[in-house]
DNA sequence: TCGAAGATTGTCT
DNA sequence: GACAATCTTCGAG
């Protein structure tokens, strides 16, 4: 069998350790791999948001919250996966960045799917076409079959880890405000690849 | 112990 | 395009 991308090392945990701004903007191309119920899914990254600190009033860790139970992860090292619960039925991946004790993460909002859609789309109940596999961070994250269990979960290791994949020229990264949130709307912290049908949102 | 809010998605009009 | 579903988390009483 011929080298594929998804066989590449894991990213260092240097990669991780800079603020949440850059990494975001880097993830951006690089390939989500899951052996999450022994089976392979596998996507690249075409979305990703960043929540960058405790001055961030957007964040979950935001100052005024400071540190709690759900966001203990965003307080942990980088390169550890973030999972919570949104609206009691969606589960969403974050990437923690930065440096330990200090919250900062990445959400993963979209995926361009690359293998194993066929266990994508008997995980996700309704799908119209490939583009509602992985087209939003609840999407993806039931995908892939992750769940809160992988709170905390180191990113370089099964069942799931994140390798490089092919760079995503700067003039294809259209950064603009993020998607949902009730505070700190006006920051320009989402970034996506022009022109990818599989971005959540427009 | 109770009530309000939420980094979304799916369905209906 | 608008709105309900759904339940965990957190702050207040």
Redesign the pocket.
Known sequence: MTHRSTDALPLPHSFYARGAERVARALLGQVVVSTIGGARTVGRIVEA?A?VGPHDD????AE???R????DA?FGSPGIA?V???????W?L?VVTDRAEYPA?V?I?ALEPLEGQDVMRAR????RSER?LC??????A?ALGIT?SLNAHSLDTAPLWIVEGPRVPARRVVTCT??????AHDWPLRFYERGNPHV??W
């Open positions: 948001e929540y957007a964040s979950h860790a005024r919250v400071g709690t139970m759900r966001n965003m973030y919570y619960r949104i609206y009691g039925a969606h969403c974050n993460a959400l909002r996700r109940s309704v799908v509602d087209s939003g961070p609840g999407k993806l039931q809160g993020r998607v949902g949130v009730t505070r959540s949102r």
